[in-house]
């Protein structure tokens, strides 16, 4: 069993991805990462896709329908799961993720740090204002790491979304704030690769000219994943799209726990484990 990284970089757009984020790429092309294009599940939403990558269901069946639906999700996550395996589980995400596999609503006052070894997120950070910088988030992530050595830990970040609502997927800004984002993780992966970690660089949704999402356009709905590891065969797997539902189960594979029932396994070209 190895210990897993899931990033989530919030609105970030599969082109815009491949166009600005050089640190990323530079894993492609020198055949230290598997890249795939990922066609996200429908509505392309926050909330929503938030259950879908860490259960494995979609909204249809979830009922998470809507960014306004405030409540425990029904599925058991991938926290869930790892948990109940003997696992240690830790997030650095925004406060969605706790109010679906934690407690809702989300108190600001008392919710936004957890240390409860008894709750599927054993330990948790939260933030609650979509401007919290990338840098802290991070910090928060790595203080995480450092601190309580998760088996799974979810790190889910928030400028590039909030960037590209302000001032569209087609701006400097956006486009910046992604690059920002790069940079940041081109301080942390190489530490994280050393440690062994298997590493899942993703997206929820992408972001349109208008500065939105939720609809079917390929700028909301094509996103990134760049998979890090030893199970993993290096290379540029994007001429197909890979289901975004094969993201959960996926997980659970890298982790070596069951994978709950309503998962849906999908092969995941590149994907070689390792035999123990």
């Excluded at 948790?124 to 204002?129: L, N, S, T, V």
């Excluded at 970040?157 to 790069?182: C, E, L, P, V």
């Excluded at 199970?231 to 997980?251: K, N, S």
Aim: proline share 7%; net charge negative; with cysteine.
């Amino acid at each position: 069993m190895g210990k897993v990284i899931e990033i989530v970089l919030d609105g970030l757009r599969y082109d815009v991805m491949r166009s600005s984020m050089g640190y990323l790429n530079h894993l492609v092309e020198k055949s230290q990462a598997a890249l795939y294009r990922v066609k996200s599940e429908l509505p392309s939403l926050s909330r929503p896709l938030y259950e879908v990558l860490l259960t494995g269901v979609p909204s249809c069946e979830s009922g998470i329908t809507s960014n306004q639906v405030v409540r425990l999700s029904h599925n058991p996550s991938i926290f869930h799961l790892a948990a109940n395996r003997g696992l240690k589980t830790a997030a650095a995400a925004y406060y969605w993720v706790s109010e679906l596999y934690q407690q809702a609503p989300f108190n600001h006052f008392t919710d936004r740090i957890q240390h409860d070894e008894t709750k599927p997120i054993q330990h948790g950070m939260y933030y609650f204002e979509d401007h919290y910088p990338d840098t802290h988030l991070f910090a928060d992530a790595e203080h995480l790491r450092r601190t309580y050595a998760p088996d799974f830990l979810y790190v889910h970040s928030m400028n590039i979304d909030d960037t590209g609502h302000k001032f569209t997927s087609d701006s400097a800004q956006y486009r910046g704030s992604a690059i920002k984002a790069d940079s940041i993780l081109a301080l942390l992966l190489p530490l994280w690769i050393k440690l062994g970690y298997t590493l899942l660089i993703t997206s929820d949704h992408g972001m349109n000219e208008d500065g939105h999402h939720g609809g079917t356009g390929d700028g909301v709905r094509d996103v990134p994943l760049l998979a890090i590891g030893p199970d993993f065969q290096p290379g540029d797997y994007t001429e197909a799209y890979l289901p975004q539902l094969a993201l959960a189960p996926l997980v659970c594979r890298l982790l070596d726990i069951p994978a709950s029932p309503a998962m849906v396994h999908i092969p995941v070209p590149g994907y070689q484990p390792v035999p123990v």
